[in-house]
């Protein structure tokens, strides 16, 4: 099983990135996927989540409006394209694989933005 973030990088505010999650070594059109974010020294928060079918998708109330979660079941992949980005936005982004009590979690791809 595995799960391999990309797309981080450095931006400028109000910048655009656009992460992506590969997943293999399971059946992926039936889990859940979120992105969750981790800043140093604060706890890891949940960031957007897309159901197996590709909707239902919720935000947290920090990126709405301004990331969109999607996902590709034919090809295994779930994004977070993510617009005006924020300084606060800095921080190592997971993506998660749920599907009952079965979890599968990334490496993480760092984001940082900053002028």
């Known amino acids: 099983v595995q799960l391999v973030e990309s797309g981080g990088g450095l931006v400028h505010p109000g910048g655009s990135l656009r992460l992506s999650c590969a997943a293999s070594g399971f059946t992926f059109s039936r889990y859940f996927m979120r992105w969750y974010r981790q800043a140093p020294g604060k706890e890891r928060e949940l960031v957007a989540s897309?159901?197996?079918?590709?909707?239902?998708?919720n935000y947290a109330d920090s990126v709405k409006g301004r990331f969109t979660i999607s996902r590709d079941n034919a090809k295994n992949t779930v994004d977070l394209q993510m617009n005006s980005l924020k300084p606060e936005d800095t921080a190592m982004y997971y993506c998660?694989?749920?599907?009952?009590?079965?979890?599968?979690w990334g490496q993480g791809t760092q984001v940082t933005v900053s002028s």
């Open positions: 897309i159901s197996s079918a590709g909707d239902p998708t």
């Open positions: 998660k694989a749920q599907f009952a009590t079965i979890t599968y």
